[in-house]
């Protein structure tokens, strides 16, 4: 594919060559003009109107909280700019549908597009023709298996999820003797719990006094977090803390502890449910915290794609073209700044 380039960087890098010309053709005896020797400053997104954008928007069908929030964010943030038009599709889990809607975006000619796909690996090729129709993509969450199939990639950070997790439980029980964790995990087979697993492990590896006792793998559902951790509960009669990957299957699990009658331990979740912020902020009951994967990358993902399609950088930084990547942090959200993160939460 060959190499894309805006034409704003071609006209800075032209114009670079030109006032070298002149700089080398100077005496030392000119005056110096001041303003001229002053960089250039980038021309950065901002909220004032400015060049009208199309951004196409296909993600995957909106079957659990965290996904439904995900088009709710993208939504609310295009209303937010008056030069700003959302096409967004309905969505879908099937990679071949998506695909089909991802075409439908590319022969309308969008500005940019915006893709969450149901599989990264399967779905590369629809970035692929998009860029090489010369339609810049934001690769939203799950990564293609080429960087050529996006010009911008944002999303959570898995390990890191599991990484501020361990150590969060870690603080709480580093004075506890022969401390004991389990872990409710997501679906096995998929990256994304296999390196919020690998984050919480090495995490823990900085207190010698705690041990990772059991481990039980769930699939995101209400359903399967109720009965995995029934099972758990089960075998484990003494622990001291539990982290679980997903704030959604945590809503099953936290109804197998109340059926248990068990207590004496604390619970981080993750994601950043709103019903999750609800029990921490009223602090009763076992979870305690929340690491987050926020579902407001899908606003983050608009204002980088209007950025691009204004041919501009963002606020904060000296470039002129957006990054090629951005990783946002989990945070961990606990009594102390529950308040700061609730209107972030979904349901």
Known sequence: ??????????????????????????????????????????????????KEVTIGFAGPQADHGWLNAINDNARSRAKK?????????????????????????????????VILPADGKAMT????????????????????????????WIGGDNYGMGLNAGHYIGEKLKDKPDAKVIELAG?????????????????????????????????????SGQAKMASLLQAQKNFDALWNHDDDQGVGALQAIEQ???????????????SAFDHIEKDDGVLKATVLYPPTMAASAI??????????????????????SVTLYSAVVDKENVAQYKPTGFK
């Open 1 to 50: 594919m060959p190499e894309i380039t805006s034409r704003r960087g071609l006209l800075f890098g032209a114009a670079a060559i030109s006032t070298g010309a002149v700089l080398t053709a100077c005496t030392s005896n000119e005056p110096s003009d001041k303003e001229n020797d002053k960089p250039s400053e980038a021309p950065v997104a901002d909220d004032k109107p400015g």
């Open 81 to 113: 700019y008056s030069d700003v038009t959302l096409d967004i599709t309905e969505g879908s889990n099937d990679a071949a549908a998506q695909i089909g809607q991802i075409d439908s975006l590319i022969n309308k000619k969008v500005d940019v597009l």
């Open 125 to 152: 090729q629809a970035g692929l023709k998009a860029m090489r129709a010369g339609i810049p993509v934001i690769n939203l969450d799950r990564v293609f298996s080429s960087p050529q199939a996006y010009r911008c």
């Open 187 to 223: 679906i096995d087979n998929l990256e994304l719990t296999q390196q919020r697993t690998k984050g919480f492990d090495d995490a823990l590896k900085n207190y010698p006094n705690i041990k990772k006792v059991a481990r039980q793998a769930a699939e995101f559902t209400v359903e």
């Open 260 to 274: 248990a009658g068990r207590d004496g331990f604390l619970m981080v979740g993750g994601a950043g449910a709103a």
């Open 303 to 324: 204002d980088l794609a209007r950025a691009l399609g204004q041919a501009k950088g963002i606020g904060g930084m000296a470039e002129f073209e957006i990054p090629s």
